[in-house]
């Protein structure tokens, strides 16, 4: 028997049923998928013969994957290796497009693959690199400063310990280069060793992959330049899994879909045009039984909105979100 350990290739797509009875009523056209992975939306919509997939990704891994699909859809199916804050360079999108659909973050089988250095269970080197970026974990976590590690823990990660991780970091680095086991002790022994119900490094892994794939200002420009190529009665859905992600979708779709005052009390502000018109209900979650299947769907949570108008102004969306902008663009002592 080989002993080389076969990554399991499966990746269960979140929230399908939900996405697919948001969509299914805009049927023959075309619709991006800009978070490919391993083509669970995309397969899914391929289905129906009328309609056309343009698939985005980031990691040149989607490229086998997307390989395969093109073979079986032919013209009904494109991929560009691409990351989705550029989704407006696509050319030749043609004039039927009718959605446009996020399910953010990375794919269980990115997270089970040791060269992707992105899991807390990994032996060796940091990573975290989704694809088509620079920057390593490995080289923020042994060269950013104090204050940026702390600011990178705290707001892109809500690390309540983030000055205390930040503080051991600094110290252990002065020894020898950090790895993952390195930090997940860090984190360890900031915490006490108390087991709660998720593990102990979660927030600092997901603040150090966001800093690294630059995830806010991907998923802002992507949000615009979605916008923007989208036509009139086209859908944007977009799949969150945690509450930065979250809180920068809501915004974005709330902001622009309704003129209220935040207090009664202050002057009417000046209307604005709406751009999209929102669902009764604000988001759908996953059924009970999804998270039975597939625990790491408990978190998800999908968000979509109509378009009804043009507009060229994104200002007060970039305004709010400018602090965790700026976080993504420190750069410790390595350019
Ligand atoms: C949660 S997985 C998507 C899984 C997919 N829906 C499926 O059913 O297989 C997210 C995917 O989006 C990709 N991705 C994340 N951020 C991206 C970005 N900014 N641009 C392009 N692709 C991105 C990741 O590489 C990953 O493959």
Same mark, same amino acid.
């Given at each position: ?97 009718? $959605? +446009? =659909?996020?399910?953010?973050? @990375?794919? /269980? %089988? ?10 807390? *269970? ?111 009665? $086209? +859908? =944007?859905?977009?799949?969150? @899994?945690? /509450? %930065? ?10 902001? *622009? ?79």
């Amino acid at each position: 028997m080989s002993a080389t350990i076969k990554l399991e290739k499966k990746h269960f797509p979140v929230l399908l049923d939900e996405l697919v009875s948001i969509i299914s009523p805009l049927y023959s056209g075309t619709f991006i998928d800009c978070t490919f992975g391993n083509g669970g939306y995309s397969k899914e919509i391929l289905k129906n013969k009328q309609n056309k997939v343009i698939a985005i990704d980031r990691d040149i891994d989607a490229i086998e994957v997307a390989k395969i699909l093109k073979i079986k859809y032919n013209k009904q199916f494109n991929f560009h290796h691409l990351k989705f804050s550029e989704v407006h360079k696509i050319e030749k999108i043609g004039d039927d497009l009718k $959605g +446009i =659909i996020f399910d953010l973050g @990375f794919s /269980s %089988i990115q997270v089970r693959d040791p060269n992707k250095g992105m899991s807390f *269970y990994n032996q060796g080197k940091l990573d975290m690199r989704m694809g088509l970026n620079k920057t390593s974990a490995d080289e923020a976590i042994n060269n950013l400063s104090y204050s940026e590690l702390n600011n990178i823990f705290k707001f892109l990660g809500e690390e309540k310990k983030g000055k205390s991780i930040s503080k051991a970091i600094i110290n252990e680095r002065k020894k020898k280069l950090i790895n993952t086991p390195d930090l997940v002790k860090i984190v360890d022994y900031a915490k006490n060793f108390k087991r709660g119900k998720t593990h102990n490094s979660t927030q600092v892994f997901q603040a150090l992959r966001i800093y690294v794939n630059k995830e806010i200002h991907e998923l802002i420009y992507g949000l615009i330049n979605s916008f923007r190529i989208l036509p009139i009665g $086209g +859908i =944007i859905a977009v799949i969150t @899994f945690h /509450s %930065i992600e979250d809180k920068i979708v809501k915004f974005f779709f709330k902001h *622009y879909s309704e003129n209220k005052n935040s207090s009664r009390y202050l002057p009417n502000i000046k209307k604005k045009e709406l751009l999209f018109r929102l669902p009764h209900k604000k988001f759908l979650l996953p059924t009970v039984d999804e998270i039975k299947k597939n625990p790491s769907s408990r978190s998800a949570k999908l968000r979509y909105a109509t378009k009804i108008n043009n507009n060229k102004n994104f200002q007060d969306f970039l305004k709010k979100f400018q602090y965790l902008l700026d976080i993504e663009k420190m750069k410790g002592k390595y350019v």
